[in-house]
């Protein structure tokens, strides 16, 4: 599976983004789809995911503000970013399992000034 992401960069607190992720190769079989994202001098995290029976998993720290959506085949999901803070400011990474295998795109930057 490889995953390409796009849709990060600069925005003022307050404001809004949109990232997406479109999922290739061997994508039969993907169970979960979603993003996490790792700040500077943090670990990874997760952010938002959604499984293939359409249940969704946020973060706390972006419950209210961010919605993850994909289609019903798993190949794209996109996340839309609302009320952004600074503190949301981080390298996004779009995530996949697929048959107990986690794969990884490359990662986008999102930076929020305040």
């Known amino acids: 599976v490889q995953l390409q992401a796009s849709g990060g960069g600069l925005v003022q607190a307050g404001g809004s983004l949109r990232l997406s992720c479109v999922a290739s190769?061997?994508?039969?079989?993907?169970?979960?789809i979603g993003w996490y994202r790792q700040a500077p001098g943090k670990q990874r995290e997760l952010v938002a995911t959604v499984n293939s029976r359409g249940d969704t998993i946020y973060a706390d720290s972006v419950k209210g503000r961010f919605t993850v959506s994909g289609d019903s085949a798993k190949i794209t999901v996109n996340l839309q970013m609302n009320s952004l803070k600074p503190e949301d400011t981080a390298v996004y990474y779009c995530y996949a399992r697929r048959f107990a295998r986690e794969y990884w795109g490359q990662g986008t930057l999102v930076t929020v000034s305040s």
């Open positions: 190769g061997s994508t039969f079989g993907i169970a979960a």
